[in-house]
């Protein structure tokens, strides 16, 4: 069985390997998990539980080409979303507020917003969003006015069609006749000539 000096060394190196740290801070670190460890097998409580503390200020988290988490102080992300999610368990809205974040600032790095803002506008994503939005409006305001039917967004940019004509019943099909055989290629071909 391993010894406590051993479970706070592989705790410490665990910690260590997402997190950069100096050899002083890898050696507090060991004295402190290896006292805590100690603590627990004596059946005491733990002493100095002290609130984490983000290892970067939120200022200098939200980098122009990256994006550092203040939970576990990983960074080189492009957005935080999917790891907040994956390691942390944690919804963006959860975050922001545990860090007194604006709920208007992205989770994302300052240059992946900038080509994703500049993606939708070369694919014309803002007119389309403007076009729903009329057409909400226009559903809002028909419904104010209490119209039956609301206009669809489909149907409210393409022009209205004609109205459907009714289809006529078709009368039953007689049986075909028997045709008579077609003349021999070659007998057909001389009597062109001729």
């Given at each position: 069985m ?9 705790l ?19 004295a ?7 603590n627990?097998?004596a ?12 290892s970067?200020?939120?200022?200098e988290?939200?980098k122009?080409?990256?994006v550092?988490c203040?939970?576990c102080?990983?960074g ?5 979303a ?8 944690m ?11 604006s709920?208007k600032q ?14 939708a ?5 803002a ?15 028909a419904?104010?006015?209490g119209?039956?039917?609301p206009?669809k967004?489909?149907k ?5 069609k ?5 289809k ?13 055989p ?5 007998a057909?071909?001389s009597?062109a000539k001729?």
């Amino acid at each position: 069985m391993a010894t406590l000096v051993e479970i706070a060394a592989q705790l410490v190196s665990s910690h260590a390997s997402s997190t950069p740290m100096t050899s002083d801070e890898l050696l507090a670190e060991i004295a402190k998990v290896h006292a805590a460890l100690k603590n627990l097998e004596a059946g005491q409580a733990i002493e100095g539980v002290e609130e984490t503390r983000p290892s970067v200020s939120v200022k200098e988290a939200f980098k122009k080409n990256e994006v550092v988490c203040l939970l576990c102080g990983k960074g080189g992300f492009k957005t935080l979303a999917r790891h907040l999610s994956t390691a942390h368990q944690m919804k963006p809205g959860a975050y922001k507020k545990q860090f007194g974040i604006s709920s208007k600032q992205a989770l994302s790095a300052k240059s992946y917003s900038e080509a994703r803002r500049k993606m939708a506008q070369d694919r014309g994503l803002a007119d389309n969003l403007a076009k729903a939005r009329e057409v909400r409006m226009a559903n809002i305001e028909a419904k104010k006015e209490g119209v039956a039917k609301p206009v669809k967004a489909a149907k409210a940019a393409k022009p209205a069609k004609a109205p459907a004509v009714a289809k006529v019943a078709k009368a039953p099909k007689a049986p075909k006749a028997a045709k008579a055989p077609k003349a021999a290629p070659k007998a057909a071909a001389s009597k062109a000539k001729k």
